[in-house]
């Protein structure tokens, strides 16, 4: 038995759900972080698998890209959730929609 592209789509497309899922129904900012991640992973996956399917590197090349912009998405997101902790001390969504200032 061998291991076509569509398992690996069918991976991606659970992993997406599970991220979405994660994004629309947890309120904690460092779970809907994690679950963003886990989206951007899953359309990684999907890149590599197409760009192997059809014997072009363009799907590496595009992972690449998105790892990068996803580290420093990683920087700069944990750093404000790491802040608003510091002087709100929650990391709740719903309590932090009321920031002014």
């Known amino acids: 038995m061998t291991v076509t592209v569509?398992?690996?789509m069918?991976?991606?497309a659970a992993l997406f759900s599970i991220g979405a899922a994660g994004v629309l129904l947890r309120r904690n900012a460092l779970?809907?972080?994690m679950s963003i991640e886990l989206m951007l992973n899953s359309?990684?996956?999907t890149f590599v698998a197409a760009g192997r399917e059809l014997g072009l590197i363009d799907g590496q090349v595009a992972a690449l890209f998105v790892i990068v912009v996803a580290a420093a998405e990683v920087t700069i997101g944990l750093?404000?959730?790491v802040a608003v902790f510091r002087r709100r001390a929650t990391a709740n969504v719903d309590q932090l929609s009321g920031m002014r200032g």
Request: aromatic share 20%; no cysteine; glycine share 6%.
């Open 6 to 8: 569509g398992w690996y």
């Open 79 to 81: 750093a404000i959730i």
């Open 10 to 12: 069918a991976l991606a």
């Open 43 to 45: 359309v990684n996956l």
């Open 31 to 33: 779970i809907m972080f």
